[in-house]
């Protein structure tokens, strides 16, 4: 009787992981399809059917998940941040040089940008700035003052020049081809905006970009729909 019970047990359980793995894939595909409707309409201007239609589920297997466009639009943006700033950070943990990792960030950052049009484009229209991104940018800002390599007002200054370079950067990405070139120029340019001398910048940017390990969705891949 005892090994009846188990073998129960172990059917619910796997049972249980099993439905805990579609719902989070079902989700997941949810997400990335929602991302991809904000990127192509904007914030405001879609609505539920628009995100049913693109992910390529039924109406109450959506409503299971989200009822609102603003929680979509919360899970797009943890999502985003989930996915790539942990990649980006993943290859600049070994970095100590707050100069480097911020040219290294500024870099993987457009790179992205560059490979994957979607995911620009919601963050063009958004102007999605997760707690993550914005933690790393205002340490690197602040120990690039205190070595001495970086001069400027205030960090708030600061940040505003690197954020609104880089969107503006992104808005372009997201009307026309651009080349590594373009970014490394953009990355120059930030750099000697904060006080960086010319010289020291130029040395950074010779520095190799690092690949990122940890793999990130594209979001302008759209998965096939479920049978």
């Known amino acids: 009787a005892m090994k009846k019970s188990s073998g129960r047990t172990s059917d619910v359980g796997y049972r249980t992981r099993v439905g805990l793995e579609r719902r989070t894939r079902t989700k997941s595909r949810i997400v990335a399809a929602a991302l991809r409707v904000f990127a192509a309409k ?8 628009d995100f049913i239609r693109e992910a390529g589920v039924a109406h109450g297997t959506f409503y299971n ?38 040219a290294t960030g500024v870099r993987l950052w457009l790179g992205w940008a560059r490979a994957d049009p979607v995911w620009c484009a919601f963050i063009v229209k958004s102007r999605f700035r997760g707690a993550l991104v914005e933690q790393q940018l205002r340490m690197d800002l ?7 390599a970086l001069n400027f007002a ?10 609104g370079t880089i969107l503006e950067a992104m808005s372009r ?11 490394d120029g953009v990355a120059r340019s930030i750099l000697t905006g904060l006080g960086l001398e010319a010289t020291q910048a130029d040395r950074v940017l010779k520095a190799r970009v690092p690949r990122l390990r940890r793999p990130v969705q594209k979001a302008g891949v759209k998965e096939p729909s479920s049978p």
């Open 42 to 49: 904007g914030m405001d201007t879609p609505v539920i059917d």
């Open 65 to 102: 998940y989200f009822t609102r466009t603003e929680q979509l639009l919360l899970a797009v943006s943890r999502s985003l941040e989930d996915d790539l700033m942990l990649a980006i950070e993943a290859e600049m943990s070994e970095l100590r040089d707050p100069v480097v990792r911020l």
């Open 142 to 148: 602040k120990n690039g003052r205190k070595s001495g």
């Open 154 to 163: 205030s960090i708030e200054a600061a940040r505003d020049l690197v954020v």
């Open 173 to 183: 990405i997201m009307t026309a081809p651009v080349s590594k070139a373009y970014t």
